[in-house]
């Protein structure tokens, strides 16, 4: 499989507040099969379970970060309550930071070949944070 954003595998981090230290909320722990299985020969197919609609045309059996052909992009919620200030006029700080990973085979992905670098593309990304 070509490499490139949309068939490598990445991770998305945040820390709250310097809590965390980019691993307490990642999408590799709460959503490792929707990211992680990019750049495998059988990514899609392998998510038939999920909701992906079976035998669509070309490239669709291979997986995809984050997403298949014929599928919504499945939202990930992360609850970050625990790290953040609650009072009255308290700042909160949210620091971002992804990752891209070798294409290949399981256990090259994590973490040995992890690069900050970029996979070559871009990740277009939207983060909503709720708090009531």
Not at 1 to 16: K, L, N, R
Not at 84 to 103: F, H, P, R
């Amino acid at each position: 499989v070509d490499v490139g954003c949309e068939y490598a595998p990445t991770s998305h981090a945040w820390a709250v507040n310097g809590r965390g230290s980019l691993t307490k909320y990642n999408t590799s722990l709460v959503a490792y099969r929707q990211y992680m299985l990019a750049g495998t020969a059988t990514g899609c197919v392998d998510k038939i379970p999920d909701g992906v609609i079976a035998n669509q045309h070309g490239d669709y059996p291979d997986g995809r970060n984050g997403w298949c052909p014929g599928w919504s992009v499945q939202p990930v919620f992360i609850d970050i309550t625990a790290d953040m200030k609650m009072a009255a006029g308290a700042m909160n700080t949210i620091e971002y930071s992804a990752l891209s990973y070798y294409v290949g085979q399981p256990p090259e992905w994590i973490p040995y070949n992890a690069s900050s670098s970029g996979c070559g593309d871009d990740i277009f990304m939207s983060t909503l944070v709720l708090w009531v």
